[in-house]
């Protein structure tokens, strides 16, 4: 009989492969998990000292101090440590704001991005759902520093309504192009507004929308939740300031899923479709949830938790299995179809959205589409330094949707 006790090595590798066995595909014994508090904080500090996802323009010193506070993963701790620092920034600001309205707007800023940090990656629970509030409340004191002015526009939508923001540049003769903008999972229409301010200067608005199941959203992620943003399109289409030949659609991650989605089913209606590491087909297998989406280590926390709740009725992760194969758009039949031209953007060694989702949607359809693929990026082409998101949007983004907006201009104009 074998000493296994003298083998450990092999002891593992045979209990390793029993319970995969006897269990289910799902135990598997290097089963990634999520980062401890401690590996949290190092990671977030980290990012916060190289400009990167979620803590752009936070300050790290700002970021430690609100870590002396978290004890554990309560949620409700950690955003009243993030809380408790943007708030004192948030007292300033406004006692700022006749004497030194410059300084009172960094203060609002600063505030945003903190409360924000404090909500995410979603407001799941009472104290979140307050820094979330703050956070809203924070930017909207911004934003009325901004001139061109920010609108915010109450969209009617079933029973309820889509809350958006509206800014369209200053000095333009005639309706201009428009882009919708549709932030991702755990980003914000708060976050795609101060991004697409950069385009104003080109001559074209924007109006950020939170998409399904984020933000203010009326409705959560389902097989029909692309109604919302048609009915963004309708509304935008009644603006007598816009052009409604000239309406592209923009995505980020989640949202970018949602602007491929309706380049096809809206083709008639948007000029162009600019998409950021959309979800196709592949993202949306049990496999791929299981074994990338689980403990991701490039997501900062609690991915799954956060993607669980954007999804209309679904409360574990084997409802996630059985839910997201539904929202494949190959499985919708969509995927081949008439499309708007469109921009795909992505990175090689993105772990949260396979990049083989990407290659199948550049294959399909009618129209040529332009691809940036960072062959060292990770999720939507950010690359540490090299290709930080500002960069991203300045450089690709923003050139190839004027561009594509100023043709279509003059190609009605012939």
């Known amino acids: 009989m074998a000493n296994l006790t003298a083998t450990p090595s092999r002891f593992s590798l045979a209990l390793c492969l029993l319970l995969i066995t ?3 595909s799902r135990s598997f014994c290097q089963q990634r998990t999520e980062r401890t508090l401690e590996e949290i904080k190092t990671e977030a500090i980290k990012r916060a000292e190289n400009g990167m996802y979620p803590l752009i323009g ?9 870590f002396q506070s978290i004890k554990t993963k309560d949620k409700d701790e950690w955003a009243a440590a993030f809380m408790g620092v943007a708030d004192r920034y948030m007292s300033e600001a406004k006692s700022l704001e006749k004497v030194d309205p410059q300084k009172a707007n960094a203060d609002y800023i600063r505030a945003w ?5 404090g909500r995410w990656p979603v407001p799941a629970s009472p104290g979140k759902q307050r820094s979330y509030a703050k956070a809203i409340e924070a930017f909207l004191a911004h934003a009325r520093f901004w001139d061109p002015p920010l609108e915010v526009v109450h969209i009617p939508f079933e029973n309820s309504q889509i809350t958006s923001y509206l800014r369209l540049p200053k000095n333009t003769k005639g309706p201009v192009p428009l882009v919708i903008a549709v932030n991702g999972l755990d980003s914000r229409k708060e976050d795609l507004s ?3 301010s950069a385009i104003l200067p080109y001559g074209v608005g924007f109006l950020a929308v939170d998409g399904p199941g984020t933000g203010q959203a009326p409705i959560k992620v389902s ?5 919302m943003l048609s009915r963004v399109i309708d509304y935008v289409e009644t603006r007598p300031e816009v052009d409604k030949n000239r309406i592209a659609i923009h995505g980020v991650s989640w949202g970018a899923y949602w602007a491929t989605k309706l380049a096809i089913l809206e083709d008639g209606r948007l000029t162009a479709a600019s998409a950021q590491s959309p979800p196709i087909d592949s993202f949306f297998q049990k496999d791929f949830l299981m074994n990338s989406l689980v403990g991701n280590r490039e997501y900062l926390f609690d991915q799954v938790p956060a993607l669980m709740s954007v999804l209309e009725g679904v409360h574990s992760v084997d409802e996630m299995a059985e839910f997201l194969p539904k929202m494949s758009l190959v499985k919708q039949g969509l995927l081949g179809k008439p499309m708007a031209p469109m921009l795909v953007i992505a990175g090689v060694l993105d772990t949260q959205v396979p990049i083989s989702d990407i290659y199948l949607l550049l294959d399909k359809g009618d129209t ?6 960072n062959p060292q990026g990770g999720h939507l082409g950010r690359q540490v330094k090299l290709w930080p998101d500002p960069v991203i949007f300045k450089q690709v983004i923003i050139p190839w949707l004027v561009r594509t907006l100023e043709a279509q201009g003059a190609e009605a104009v012939r």
Request: aromatic share 12%.
């Open 58 to 66: 936070l300050d790290p010193a700002e970021v430690r101090e609100a």
């Open 22 to 24: 006897v269990v289910s």
């Open 223 to 227: 097989e029909t939740a692309d109604r």
């Open 194 to 196: 101060e991004s697409f």
């Open 368 to 373: 040529p589409k332009t691809a940036w693929i």
């Open 113 to 117: 991005r903190l409360y924000s940090f």
